[in-house]
């Protein structure tokens, strides 16, 4: 690959753009899904390679891509010039959906397709030298000037390797928004069994506040390390996860925020037609069950105001899933109304669709009649309603 990008650098300064095009087509077709070319070195020899050969050729590119996806009316399309010819553009798919691509104009582009999943971790541990526990504890009360919350952390270790002269090194991650006690750690010694007790203050809100690790390892072994996660609400830094029956979903991002802010139409509307909005519903709530782990909500489909991949939705009730930390920012009332745009994901086997409260679900309430009367609601029922009427007669007309 690096002696292929040489190649091309002399064949450009001989303006010998034939033989240069043929070696700089090769080096797009050995590039990894991620647009890298191996070494760092020899990724950057093709970066400068391909850039002087574009720089020099000098010819007016234009090219309009244009990709459509099974079951949305609206395609996305990307218009490369030569002002942004370099840039990538990306969009997203679900899995079980066919794509088409049409390309009209001059020019030559790179379209890479890859699948992203969650994978279930191993449940193995790498620790050979030691045993290792976390506990991360609520202290009643606030023990440091300025902080929201304070906390307790505990650490045990217990040394498997009986050497007296063994030096051990531990490595505590600190969690986003947290500060630890301006006083050292506390440590209690018990035999080959070490205990040491961190007091830490939460500084600042997190949207979705990640594990953090604590590591131990000998100094003359770093390789073979031990290591935890602890969280504030997680039981060994777990991920999240949404349960129904035997089937789990990942929830590891930031809750579903319900509009209360007044939306423009154009915003609503826009919305509403993006590429990977799925679905457009007008839902009841008629159950909820507030359980610690998952959050369910029955939701009665009052009407389908744009159809995706569950075609067999209106006058049905459908479960929606949440986490339980989501369900204050979320603030659903049961017996109200609401406008839902989102995705559906597929089960483990494929067989069902399940409905979840992502973080990019839009949740709006939708006004009674009566409630349209009111100058809280007027602008809000208006704009809901002209949604439903465009999207129900003309559909998302590009």
Same mark, same amino acid.
């Given at each position: 690959?690096?002696?292929?990008?040489?190649?091309?650098?002399?064949?450009?300064?001989?303006? +010998?753009?034939?033989?240069?095009?043929?070696?700089?087509?090769?080096?797009?077709?050995?590039?990894?899904?991620?647009?890298?070319?191996?070494?760092?070195?020899?990724?950057?020899?093709?970066?400068?390679?391909?850039?002087?050969?574009?720089?020099?050729?000098?010819?007016?590119?234009?090219?309009?891509?244009?990709?459509?996806?099974?079951?949305?009316?609206?395609?996305?399309?990307?218009?490369?010039?030569?002002?942004?010819?370099?840039?990538?553009?990306?969009?997203?798919?679900?899995?079980?959906?066919?794509?088409?691509?049409?390309?009209?104009?001059?020019?030559?582009?790179?379209?890479?397709?890859?699948?992203?999943?969650?994978?279930?971790?191993?449940?193995?541990?790498?620790?050979?030298?030691?045993?290792?526990?976390?506990?991360?504890?609520?202290?009643?009360?606030?023990?440091?000037?300025?902080?929201?919350?304070?906390?307790?952390?505990?650490?045990?270790?217990?040394?498997?390797?009986?050497?007296?002269?063994?030096?051990?090194?531990?490595?505590?991650?600190?969690?986003?928004?947290?500060?630890?006690?301006?006083?050292?750690?506390?440590?209690?010694?018990?035999?080959?069994?070490?205990?040491?007790?961190?007091?830490?203050?939460?500084?600042?809100?997190?949207?979705?506040?990640?594990?953090?690790?604590?590591?131990?390892?000998?100094?003359?072994?770093?390789?073979? %390390?031990?290591?935890?996660?602890?969280?504030?609400?997680?039981?060994?830094?777990?991920?999240?996860?949404?349960?129904?029956?035997?089937?789990?979903?990942?929830?590891?991002?930031?809750?579903?925020?319900?509009?209360?802010?007044?939306?423009?139409?154009?915003? %609503?509307?826009?919305?509403?037609?993006?590429?990977?909005?799925?679905?457009?519903?007008?839902?009841?709530?008629?159950?909820?069950?507030?359980?610690?782990?998952?959050?369910?909500?029955?939701?009665?489909?009052?009407?389908?105001?744009?159809?995706?991949?569950?075609?067999?939705?209106?006058?049905?009730?459908?479960?929606?899933?949440?986490?339980?930390?989501?369900?204050?920012?979320?603030?659903?009332?049961?017996?109200?109304?609401?406008?839902?745009?989102?995705?559906?994901?597929?089960?483990?086997?494929?067989?069902?669709?399940?409905?979840?409260?992502?973080? %990019?679900?839009?949740?709006?309430?939708?006004?009674?009649?009566?409630?349209?009367?009111?100058?809280?609601?007027? +602008?809000?029922?208006?704009?809901?309603?002209?949604?439903?009427?465009?999207?129900?007669?003309?559909?998302?007309?590009?």
């Amino acid at each position: 690959m690096e002696a292929t990008a040489y190649a091309v650098l002399a064949l450009v300064k001989d303006k +010998d753009f034939d033989k240069a095009g043929e070696a700089v087509r090769w080096l797009r077709s050995q590039q990894s899904q991620f647009g890298g070319s191996g070494a760092t070195q020899a990724t950057i020899m093709v970066f400068q390679a391909v850039a002087e050969y574009h720089t020099e050729m000098k010819n007016p590119q234009s090219l309009d891509v244009e990709l459509t996806v099974e079951g949305i009316s609206r395609p996305t399309r990307w218009i490369f010039k030569r002002q942004n010819v370099h840039i990538a553009w990306t969009d997203q798919i679900w899995l079980n959906k066919y794509l088409n691509v049409t390309a009209t104009g001059t020019g030559t582009a790179t379209l890479t397709v890859f699948t992203v999943y969650y994978a279930k971790p191993v449940n193995k541990s790498d620790c050979k030298l030691f045993d290792l526990s976390v506990k991360m504890e609520h202290e009643h009360g606030v023990h440091f000037l300025g902080a929201i919350e304070s906390y307790k952390l505990t650490v045990e270790i217990l040394y498997k390797n009986q050497t007296t002269d063994a030096r051990t090194v531990l490595d505590v991650g600190l969690l986003t928004g947290f500060q630890k006690h301006e006083g050292g750690p506390t440590e209690v010694y018990h035999k080959n069994k070490k205990t040491v007790s961190y007091r830490m203050h939460k500084m600042h809100n997190v949207g979705l506040l990640q594990p953090a690790a604590v590591t131990v390892y000998e100094y003359r072994s770093p390789d073979d %390390r031990c290591t935890k996660f602890y969280h504030p609400e997680r039981k060994d830094g777990a991920i999240y996860s949404l349960c129904r029956g035997d089937h789990c979903w990942c929830a590891e991002e930031n809750c579903s925020f319900q509009k209360k802010n007044r939306v423009s139409e154009q915003e %609503r509307f826009d919305r509403a037609c993006e590429s990977d909005m799925d679905y457009v519903y007008k839902v009841r709530v008629v159950k909820m069950d507030l359980a610690l782990d998952t959050n369910s909500y029955d939701m009665k489909v009052e009407q389908v105001l744009k159809e995706g991949t569950d075609d067999d939705a209106e006058g049905r009730v459908k479960p929606f899933l949440a986490r339980p930390s989501c369900r204050e920012y979320l603030g659903l009332v049961e017996g109200k109304s609401y406008l839902i745009m989102g995705n559906v994901e597929l089960t483990n086997q494929g067989e069902s669709l399940q409905y979840i409260f992502g973080e %990019r679900t839009w949740v709006e309430y939708w006004p009674t009649r009566e409630e349209s009367q009111t100058r809280e609601y007027r +602008d809000q029922y208006i704009g809901i309603s002209l949604l439903q009427n465009s999207l129900l007669r003309r559909g998302c007309v590009v």
